[in-house]
């Protein structure tokens, strides 16, 4: 069964940074998907970020020129920098990836996630 394990989460200021790290392990087939979502308390669970196989980048609008999402396929690990932080990115950021195949993958045959993260709490204040 694949883990996925976050890291990278903390507190910053407003217009700071931070980089998130997901290693997914025991991965079975060459191809899976894997993005980044979020949760803040009260609000439903969003997709903040996806790479596909080949490296075409999609993003939620609130986000973009701001995350910078990445993928070392060599190492299965995902990656998140987050610059110019707001208090609204203030969430719970989740890693997830679904079973994998054996053909690369767009975001648009992507969705199925069923391993995740225990996730990474982001905190921005003012």
């Known amino acids: 069964q694949v883990q996925v394990v976050e890291s990278g989460g903390g507190s910053v200021q407003a217009g700071g940074s931070l980089r998130l790290s997901c290693e997914a392990s025991?991965?079975?087939?060459?191809?899976?998907?894997m993005a980044w979502f979020r949760q803040a308390p009260g609000k439903e669970r969003e997709e903040v970020a996806f790479?596909?196989?080949?490296?075409?980048?999609t993003y939620t609008e609130s986000v973009q020129g701001r995350f910078t999402i990445s993928r070392d396929s060599a190492k299965s690990t995902l990656y998140l920098q987050m610059n110019s932080l707001k208090p609204d990115d203030t969430a719970m950021y989740y890693c997830?990836?679904?079973?994998?195949?054996?053909?690369?993958?767009?975001?648009?045959?992507?969705?199925?996630?069923?391993?995740w993260g225990q996730g990474t709490q982001v905190t921005v204040s003012n």
């Open positions: 997830a990836a679904d079973e994998g195949a054996t053909k690369r993958f767009i975001h648009a045959t992507c969705g199925s996630y069923i391993y």
């Open positions: 025991r991965v079975t087939y060459r191809y899976f998907c």
């Open positions: 790479i596909d196989s080949g490296g075409a980048t």
